[in-house]
């Protein structure tokens, strides 16, 4: 009827446009309901299409998902037809992780992309580590692969791969014998068959196979502008290009109770009172970098824009009394940058009267694999920064890209850490909030190489950070 469509305008702020739907439990999943209390409410709506694309998907995911009578059923049949056509009520995407916590989530935002755009039930492989970070982002079912499923413990020799499929196909040029599942490894894409996985002729495949195994730590979206059709579907529901990453990140990572009671005390304790909030986001990829010449990077990027002000050393300003206070929260593995940062403003007086206050939640030392208490940190640090009015990020970073995605914002892209030879600034303001697509198709799907991605296409750019890398602007 038509009063259950009535929305109260409030609501819809807090539901972000439709982009979230009501109807959850609010003391399951309480980041959900407050997250507006911590973070500024976005410019981007998101499109009536695309609020319709994922109540169907929710629809999709409620008929299919773990333990309905539909997922049992179909389950088995891909299971017990495991080389043969096979059509099946419901289809489904496995997303499998690879890499560090922020390549994992931009790729779970890409395959549930994906996995709306090809009408497939998605369904993310936890292990412990992850398993308490997300609330389910699914109303009434879940997004977890149950760990009874055949697919948990499936191996990648005992299924057939993207690559065997493509080989089978050339050769017979049949379209029999497709397996009922498959696996994908999208991670490295320049160089194996995985490069056509946009195209049409593999598209046409992978419809017809109820289950893919996928792995991939990349944020694949930028290829989906690449196919006619997903490209038609893509515009439709974003018609602005720059904020995919920010609506779907915003619609599937809720921080669970858990890491909200984290987040929310850190917030309240610490930064709630700053009149404005800094990000700095050190990555060191290589732990044997000199510390030292990183923090000077920092320091001179933050300088020269006036990010941070400088130190009044003659204690010549008048400005004392108008006193602002700016929080810095600093994200690394290395207490050092926080600790350096702090002592250098601490007691000092600087140049406009402005009060810097420098927070560092965690130092990990170094990246922990399967670690369910360092992923906790990791995901605390992305959400902060998020919060920020302005961020500064470290080239390359999927860290980085998350907490930019999420917040809506544009960060100062601190370029490559001591060797500075393919820049000649420091830092440079980003153009959008969008993830880098680091390995990017370089064919054509007639097999052509492309000489220029980013002029191939509408929409996409090269990415600042990465020469051949490209993404959403
Ligand atoms: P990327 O390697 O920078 O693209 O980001 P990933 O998130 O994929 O992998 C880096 C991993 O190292 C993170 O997931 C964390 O486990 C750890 N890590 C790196 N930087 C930080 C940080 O600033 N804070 C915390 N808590 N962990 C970090």
């Not at 998605?122 to 292990?127: D, G, H, N």
């Not at 320091?299 to 929080?327: G, M």
């Not at 850490?417 to 909030?433: A, E, P, V």
């Amino acid at each position: 009827d038509s009063t259950s469509n009535f929305v109260n305008p409030d609501d819809n702020d807090k539901l972000l446009g439709g982009l979230l739907t009501s109807g959850f439990d609010e003391a399951s999943c309480k980041s959900r309901t407050q997250f507006h209390l911590f973070r500024k409410p976005s410019p981007h709506k998101p499109s009536p299409y695309l609020v319709s694309q994922l109540r169907n998907y929710e629809d999709l995911h409620r008929r299919c998902g773990p333990n309905t009578k539909a997922y049992h059923k179909t389950m088995m049949k891909i299971v017990q037809s495991k080389n043969h056509d096979i059509a099946t009520m419901c289809k489904y995407i496995i997303w499998t992780a690879a890499n560090g916590l922020g390549n994992q989530m931009i790729s779970m935002a890409a395959t549930f992309l994906y996995a709306m755009l090809t009408n497939r039930v998605m369904l993310v492989k936890f292990e412990k580590d992850k398993l308490n970070l997300f609330c389910e982002p699914f109303l009434n079912s879940s997004w977890i692969l149950p760990r009874n499923s055949p697919y948990w413990s499936w191996n990648e020799i005992n299924t057939e791969t993207y690559q065997t499929m493509i080989e089978k196909d050339k050769a017979s040029n049949s379209k029999e014998g497709l397996p009922s599942a498959l696996y994908i490894n999208l991670q490295f894409s320049s160089k194996n068959p995985e490069k056509f996985f946009h195209c049409d002729h593999s598209q046409d495949l992978l419809r017809k196979i109820p289950m893919l195994i996928l792995r991939s730590d990349q944020y694949f979206v930028p290829s989906m502008f690449m196919n006619p059709i997903f490209n038609l579907e893509v515009v439709k529901m974003f018609p602005e290009s720059d904020t995919i990453f920010h609506h779907l990140a915003r619609y599937l990572f809720h921080p669970s109770n858990e890491a909200w009671e984290q987040i929310s005390s850190y917030y309240n304790t610490h930064l709630a009172k700053a009149d404005e909030q800094i990000g700095l986001q050190i990555r060191v990829f290589n732990p044997s970098t000199s510390k030292q010449a990183i923090m000077h990077l920092v320091l001179r990027c933050i300088s020269k824009h006036n990010i941070l002000p400088e130190l009044d050393d003659l204690q010549t300003s008048t400005s004392r009394k108008n006193q602002t206070i700016k929080a810095v929260l600093v994200a690394s593995l290395y207490r050092e940058f926080g600790d350096n940062l702090r002592s250098m403003y601490l007691n000092k007086q600087t140049v406009n009267g402005e009060v810097i206050e420098v927070y560092q939640p965690s130092n990990e030392g170094r990246q922990k694999f399967n670690d369910d208490k360092h992923n906790m940190k990791a995901w605390m640090d992305m959400y902060l920064l998020s919060l920020s009015d302005m961020l500064v990020t470290t080239s390359l970073s999927t860290f980085g890209y998350v907490a930019q995605g999420l917040g809506n914002l544009k960060p100062w892209l601190l370029y490559k850490q001591t060797d500075n030879k393919t820049h000649s600034d420091i830092c440079q303001r980003d153009f959008s909030s969008e993830p880098c697509y680091h390995i990017p198709p370089r064919h054509y799907c007639n097999g052509d190489s492309m000489t220029d991605i980013a002029s191939s296409f509408p929409y996409l750019r090269r990415c600042k950070d990465l020469y051949f890398g490209v993404k959403l602007a």
